[in-house]
T-cell receptor
Framework: AQSVAQPEDQVNVAEGNPLTVKCTYS??????LFWYVQYPNRGLQFLLK??????LVKGSYGFEAEFNKSQTSFHLKKPSALVSDSALYFC?????????????FGAGTQVVVTP | DAGVIQSPRHEVTEMGQEVTLRCKPI?????LFWYRQTMMRGLELLIY????????DSGMPEDRFSAKMPNASFSTLKIQPSEPRDSAVYFC????????????FGPGTRLTVL
């Protein structure tokens, strides 16, 4: 079955250290992959997406993600984390179906950045 | 632009009552999405519209849920009758070009069914 997975419920990192949030996918054909962030009591905000082209995608707030086809991964990264990056991060995939398509989110990874 | 607007922000109702959630998408966006977020099931796409027409409603849990988009600037998600298991945060989102385009989310409606 086509899906997206975030293997970590929570990631803890000290401010200034590199941040990585993992995402793997299982999609037939070429995947459309996304990262969104959710701050407490807010709606989701778009960070970046991969449709085609360069495997390294740069997004908002200094985040980037690398599409790795051989490992079926799309990990989110930030070289130096800030306390304000503490939030819930969602990986998502656009799944192609017989009729139209479906947008599916991962379970989310809580990022905690400590001062 | 004010972004996606949802109302009410909080709704508390009793089991069996009808609940109507409202959404105003960003002006000019042709796509509108309804999501539900719970601890148990995460974030689920319920239904989405293109130019006011429902495209995929396969995520709608059951017949108690219905969604309409009478015009380009307004959509409703109705639950009738409501049940405690419907308690969740319901998000509306809109995008300009489609599901693979950037989706802009509203602040959500927190629904509690007692």
């Amino acid at each position: 079955a086509q899906s997206v997975a975030q293997p970590e419920d929570q990631v803890n990192v000290a401010e200034g250290n590199p941040l990585t949030v993992k995402c793997t996918y299982s999609v037939s054909g070429n995947p459309y992959l996304f990262w969104y962030v959710q701050y407490p009591n807010r709606g989701l905000q778009f960070l970046l997406k991969y449709i085609t082209g360069d495997n390294l995608v740069k997004g908002s707030y200094g985040f980037e993600a690398e599409f790795n086809k051989s490992q079926t991964s799309f990990h989110l990264k930030k070289p130096s984390a800030l306390v304000s990056d503490s939030a819930l991060y969602f990986c998502a995939v656009w799944l192609t179906t017989d009729s139209w398509g479906k947008f599916q989110f991962g379970a989310g990874t809580q990022v905690v950045v400590t001062p | 632009d004010a972004g996606v607007i949802q109302s009410p922000r909080h709704e508390v109702t009793e089991m069996g009552q009808e609940v109507t959630l409202r959404c105003k998408p960003i002006s000019g966006h042709d796509y509108l999405f309804w999501y539900r977020q719970t601890m148990m099931r995460g974030l689920e796409l319920l239904i989405y519209f293109n130019n006011n027409v429902p495209i995929d409603d396969s995520g709608m849990p059951e017949d108690r849920f219905s969604a309409k988009m009478p015009n380009a600037s307004f959509s409703t998600l109705k639950i009738q009758p409501s049940e405690p298991r419907d308690s969740a945060v319901y998000f509306c989102a809109s995008s300009l070009l489609g599901p693979t385009d950037t989706q802009y989310f509203g602040p959500g409606t927190r629904l509690t069914v007692l």
